[in-house]
Every structure is written in structure tokens, then in C-alpha cells.
């Protein structure tokens, strides 16, 4: 079985070879295929895998292009991690908001937008060459902003295309453990958008055991949400929110963090992977030890100006492995074997959730068999919940309307839009000032 892993020489490329190297069953992946537009990225990631690997006598084989129509031929999944305007375009996103005193974040707000209108186009491209060389294929979709991508990209692969987060599953896993429970045994009731959802339930054994984790004030303070919201905050809701949600809820004290922080997140990223990728143009450098050492300092770092801010302390250790590599090779045994699973992933709203159409891309427990995805119906959001959701949809709808129709005025109106975007006359400023540092918006007229 083949898989092109798009965006190739991204640094989180090692996680899911890692995963696919643990996966010995009949019907398990024999050849990846790395594509990336930087020769000297995929060279740096192919020695990081081939150390990987060492040892390892079934091992997948490993080949690289820059070839985007040969990587896709004959593929059986494709996995996309592209990063239009790599980090540097990250870290402008960031800047040009925090100068007009909004949140940057890359896939919330302003930063989430930009980055939008730069992808789109590109991941379109992408779905409609699937669609030619690779019609049988699956795609999976970690590119951010994951559940806008996932929308554009099923208009030309329909449900043939599944959006992949670990948001989700690191949440169910957190309180999981809190509630003393298995998250193999959990059953997660979470429903929104991408990095916009909420726990509302986590049953075992037919019983919800949220209540119990809601009435402890002890229990409810012991894990990153916890620390993240506060404790009265949660208990308000009466759910537990995606850690983003918090860019939502504490937007101030966000915003006030990354303005005074030395660096944005961006730039942090920027500056560590242009280390790794110099250390790795030495031949001599071992290739497993240094991306693993940079790897560790990168997770560490997550979220830390919003953590800084609630005073919630450093992560847990439980908390610095990924998990977005095995939610992929779940999915990608679920398809393949009809292994059937429940997974939270980006898909067509279809019937699920009645404030949207049944096109909207949400973020849901699916099913996944050898027919792919199919949401599973939840109960209605609360009315606070509802308001968000449908809120920042329509903003992606606009963005997906400018990406199509080149319209500044379409591409302004998805900032001034957003919940996160005080001003129309700031969301003008906002898009001057994107489009004077990414090229990649020349479209916009």
C-alpha cells in the first residue's frame, strides 16, 4: 500500500513514519513517498527516517520528489501537512495582527484567515489532481486551518477527503486519565468545528462520568484544561472546552501575552527548525538524536503564553507526545482493513448538526469503516456554543468565497467577521498588511 505524505520534508514527518513502523499486520503501508517543494528538506527527512527504520526488517521503503503529479500516482492514501509560506509566513501572520492589536494565532482569528486565503488555492490545486491521478485515493488532511482546508478540498473529493487534528484526542486522553478511566474504553461526546469543540460527556460503561469530574474541584484543576480555564469557568459551562477555545475566552490576556512575548510561536518555530534543517546539512550530525532533542523543546513550548496567563505551569509529561500520527494510521487501518473505529475527525456535516448544511465540515465522533467516515448524531450544542460555531463558519465561508473569486472586498468582509475582529475598519488594515508580505496573495484584488 502507498502513501504520499505531502509537505514530505515538514519536521513532523518522523511521527508518522514511527507510527507506520509499528504497524506489522497484512494490508499495512510498504512505501511512502515524500513530496515538498525544498530538495534540501526531504534530503534532511529521509536521513531522520532512515535512522529511524535501522534495524526494522519490514520497514516501509521511502522515496522523495518534488514531483507533486508523481507523488500522487497510484497512491492509496495521501496525507497532507503543506505549510503555504512555510513558518516565515506563520510569523508574519502573527506580526501584521498583533500590530493592529488582534490575535494572530494561525488558525484562530486574523492569523487563522490569512493563513486560510494562502492555502486554499493551493490545497485545491491539490484536490483536483487527486481527483485525476489518484481517484481511488484517500486524503487525509492535517493542513491548518484544518477544518476550512478539509471544506475546500471535499468540494472536489467530496467525502473522500477526512481532516485529522489531535486536539480532540489529547483532551479525551487528558480527562480520561483524570477520571481514572481508559481512553481505549471512553466513549467522548465532543462536537464543534476544528479547534472550536467541546466535551459535553466521556461515558464508560454506558455512564457519563463528567458530572464527577465537574463537581471535584480538585480533580477539575489537576489537568491542562483545568489550569488552562479555571476551574469556576468550567464548571459555568459544564463542559470541558478545546484548549483553543481559550484564545476565545481569555482574548485580552491572549492577545496582551503575545504582544509582550520575546517572540510569537512562528517565529519561535522558525528559527528552531532553521537550526535543525543547518545541523542536518552536516553529514556527520546524527539525524535521529537531533530532531528528537528538537522535537521535545517544541512541545514543551506549546501554548506557553496562554498557559503563562491562566499561571497553569508547564505541561505535563503525559502531554509532550503527539498524537496526530496515530489518529492517521487509525483511520488509515480503519479504511483499509475495515477495521472499524471511532474517531474524532474533520467531516461533511451532513445531518449531525442542524444549525449547519449539510456541506459544513464539523468536527465529530465518526465511524470509520471501509466506506470511510460517517458522523455520528449528537444532541444540539448550547445556545453559547451554537453562537460560536455558526459565528466562525461563516467566516470560513467568506474565506472560501475570496479564495475562489480573487474579491479583497469578499477577503475583508471574512475578517471583519470574526468574533476576534473588533473593527471593519481593522479588518482593512488587516488585509493591506497581509497582502504587502505574502505574495502568495497577489490574488486579491
Known sequence: MKLTILGGGGFRVPLVYGALLQDHAEGRVTHVVLHDL??????????????????????????????????LRGADFVFSAIRVGGLEGRANDERVALDQGVLGQETVGAGGIAYGLRTVPVAVDIARRVARLAPDAWVINFTNPAGLVTEAMSRHLGDRVIGICDSPVGLGRRIARVLGANPKEAWIDYVGLNHLGWVRGLRVAGRDELPRLLADPDL????????LFGVDWLRSLGAIPNEYLHYYYFNREAVRAYQQAEKTRGAFLHDQQARFYAEMRNPDAPAWKVWDRTRAEREATYMAENRETAGAGERDEDDLSGGYEK????????????????????VRNQRTLSVLDADAVIEVPCLVDANGAHPVTVDPLPDHAT?????????????????????????????????????VNVARRLVEGYTEVHPGLAYLR
Open 387 to 423: 453562537g460560536l460555531v455558526c459565528a466562525v463558519k461563516a467566516v470560513e465561508r467568506e474565506v472560501l468565497a475570496a479564495a475562489d473569486s480573487g474579491s479583497r472586498a469578499t477577503a475583508v468582509k471574512a475578517f471583519a467577521l470574526h468574533p476576534l475582529v473588533d473593527s
Open 38 to 71: 525544498d530538495p534540501a528538506r526531504l534530503s534532511a527527512v529521509t536521513r531522520v527516517l532512515a535512522e529511524q527504520a535501522a534495524g526494522v526488517p519490514d520497514a516501509p521503503e521511502v522515496s522523495a520528489t518534488t514531483d507533486l503529479d508523481e507523488a
Open 220 to 227: 477539575l484543576g489537576s489537568f491542562e484544561e483545568g489550569k
Open 327 to 346: 489518529v492517521a494510521l487509525a483511520l488509515m487501518r480503519a479504511i483499509a482493513r475495515d477495521e472499524r473505529t471511532t474517531l474524532i475527525l474533520n
